[in-house]
């Protein structure tokens, strides 16, 4: 999960929609306001693309707070599944308030030889601990039908892991080269870990975790 800013001001139609009776959240650009700030990406799984995209209501409105309802910043761009599984669950991290980035709360990876996904906490409060058990829920899974879907899930992520991984390797090969003949990969890596690629907070993590890495392509991660 990542840090996103949401663009201001708010839609203008959601204030009248708000009046309205049984008003539309999802009036005007709203939709495609949500799609360029999350980067076409579902919040939680980081799915780029998702073709399920639901208007995700992070403080829930439970159908009685009409001002959650219609808040624009209440209004985030998930996938349906994460949007299901989340269901009413309150208190997780916020990922559109830069003081509660997940990505420095959360580390997330992606085992290889494993297939698996390990969330570790880096912060001890109830907000990443339950953002934690909702991304561990999302790629592993807790009932069979969960644990399928998760593992659908893992597949996609490992194509775009090992993928990357490749590029990693091709370029720390390469690094006796010239700067210019290694700058394809470069780009290609840095395309990887740019917010809105495709499950990019486990790319950012490699990086982060290797201290070789690290050194030349933190610039990358801002
Ligand atoms: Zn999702």
New binding site residues.
Partial sequence: MLYFEKSQPAPACLEAEKLRKNGDYKCGDVILRLADDFKNK?Y????KE?TDINVEHFRPHKDKDIDLKFDWNNLFF??S??NRTKGTQEDLLDCTNKLEDPELRLKIVYQVSTKSVQIVVKEGSVKAQNTAELLQT?YNGTTPLQKLNAANLRKSIDAEIQNFTRLLQKYLLNRHLSEKANQLVLEKIADHLSKSSNFAGFKRWIIRDNEELYKVLKAYLD
């Fill in positions: 579902c939680i799984c980081e799915a998702p998930a996938c599944r994460c999302i």
